[in-house]
């Protein structure tokens, strides 16, 4: 999503524009970096629990519209609306329509979509719990919810790398910015299973980085535009950021990207059974 509420750090702007401004020249570049890293996966996650053919789709965050549109052209769904604050990234074609709204005020009819998808959305919410039941509502009896967010695997344990520093400050940075706090990601599936979804299972896919790769791309950018909240935390300067930068492109480079959890659940099919 390239932008969202956060529950209050105006410093950061109510959709984080001061760091991540959709206007800014490459913000589509970015978030389509961060779309190559991940799009694949999370494709193969929602062709194996059946989406296809038939399927009504709400893909919250769309951010520049790749998955959905991979979901009207692999996947062969009915239809997918794309949710997203700023929607200049998403051009409607057939089967996509396009709509601009606020994920934490969502004015969809109850048990409208078979697949409700939102990808590196609420981890960025201070209200995540009350959203993860509002998104379970608008799930069709017998469909899915799925979310997918960011855990850090830089812990205090992980050997200190330019890359390790530089992740750390910036989940610091974002945190005190906009909001954002991968630390309940882990819970989600304690959170489908609150909203009164069945079947519920989650995991996680780490990217590999390597030089010139689409994730180090992202993280390269990411750290570029957060650069100012990263430096206000006191934990790196300017060089250190630079020497980050060159060490994701460098064959030295020896770190766990962070991973992306995929956790869904199902909603109850409320149909009699024969």
Known sequence: MTGVPHGGAPEGGRYGEAVFPPERAGEDERIDSGAL?????????????GVGPGWTCLDVGAGTGTLARRLLDEAGVA???????????????????VRAADVTAPDFAPGTFRLVHARFVLMHLAERERL?????????PGGVLVLSDAVDLTSDRT??????????????????????????????????????LE???AEIHVPPLQPGSPISRFWAETWERSRAAMLATG?????????AVRYLDSAAC??????????WGWKPDARPQR
């Open 37 to 49: 890293a991940y799009d694949g996966f999370s494709m193969a996650r929602l062709r194996a629990l």
């Open 79 to 97: 239809s997918v609306l794309a949710v997203d604050r700023d929607v200049r990234f998403l051009p409607p074609r057939p089967g996509l329509d």
């Open 132 to 140: 993860v039941s509002s998104l379970a509502e608008l799930v069709a």
């Open 159 to 196: 050997p200190d790398t330019p890359y390790t520093v530089a992740m750390r400050a910036m989940w610091q940075g974002l945190r005190a910015t906009i909001g954002t706090d991968v630390s309940v990601v882990p819970a989600y599936p304690h959170l489908l299973h609150g909203a009164g």
């Open 199 to 201: 079947r519920v299972a």
């Open 235 to 243: 934990a790196v300067d300017d060089a250190t950021l630079d020497e």
């Open 254 to 263: 020896a770190a766990l990207s962070a991973g992306m959890l995929t956790a």
